[in-house]
């Protein structure tokens, strides 16, 4: 299976910030990445798939890059609503796997 | 507007067996594929199975192969997970989720609310 590993695991940052979380394939997966926010008790939610697609109603301040094995989720302004969860997620092969999550957090 | 809304969840004795269901409403279920994803209580999100829009192809982790079992019946716009053998590593929240793509699955873009699975 191929592992994920995102970093860091949780993030201090405060509002107004641009934040960067790193995400790693262990193996080449393309562009069949995609980044998904959980809030506590909620299901995710879709925020960027094929590596830089802005899914349908997410705000611009997202955004993502990278392929291959190394890819970044970029948040450009943080806002109150945006501390929280956030998990990547290889579709390149299955099993299909997600990264350990980072946590952000407010400063 | 698209739903998804699971069911089935509970309590369960190690070795039992549970049947989750996921009602899909709002779009055309027949044409997407599917998929189970888990996440115990604290921890991060395990993706469990896939199924096509047909039923024909079907994936499973390897931690749930030989003891879950994924169908769906379009006629009914309804995806099962039917879990049998369970331990108590089993223990978690049960979403099913929709396949963005129609013809790339993988990322998911609609999930339900998930029910609790509880093995003890």
């Known amino acids: 299976a191929i592992r994920m590993t995102q970093s860091p695991s949780s993030f201090s940052a405060s509002t107004g910030d641009r934040v960067t979380i790193t995400c790693r394939a262990s193996?080449?997966?393309?562009?069949?990445l995609a980044w998904y926010q959980q809030k506590p008790g909620k299901a995710p939610k879709l925020l960027i798939y094929?590596?830089?697609t802005l899914q349908s109603g997410v705000p611009s301040r997202f955004s993502g890059s990278g392929s291959g094995t190394d890819f970044t989720l970029t948040i450009s302004c943080l806002q109150s609503e945006d501390f929280t969860t956030y998990y990547c997620?290889?579709?390149?092969?299955?099993?299909?796997?997600f990264g350990q999550g980072t946590k952000l957090e407010i400063k | 507007e698209v739903q998804l809304v699971e069911s089935g969840g509970g309590l369960v004795q190690p070795g039992g067996s549970l049947r989750l269901s996921c009602a899909a409403s709002?779009?055309?279920?027949?044409?997407?594929?599917m998929d189970w994803v888990r996440q115990a209580p604290g921890k991060g999100l395990e993706w469990v199975s896939y199924?096509?829009?047909?039923?024909?192809?079907?994936y499973y982790a390897d931690s749930v192969k030989g003891r879950f079992t994924v169908s769906r019946d379009n006629a009914k716009n309804s995806l099962y997970l039917q879990m049998n053998s369970l331990r108590a590593e089993d223990t978690a929240v049960y979403y099913c989720?929709?396949?963005?793509?129609?013809?790339?699955?993988?990322?998911?873009?609609?999930w339900g609310q998930g029910t609790l699975v509880t093995v003890s």
């Open positions: 989720a929709r396949d963005r793509n129609i013809a790339v699955a993988g990322s998911f873009d609609y």
């Open positions: 997620q290889q579709y390149y092969s299955y099993p299909y796997t």
């Open positions: 709002g779009f055309t279920f027949s044409s997407y594929s």
């Open positions: 193996q080449g997966i393309s562009s069949y």
């Open positions: 199924i096509s829009s047909s039923g024909s192809t079907i």
């Open positions: 094929a590596a830089s």
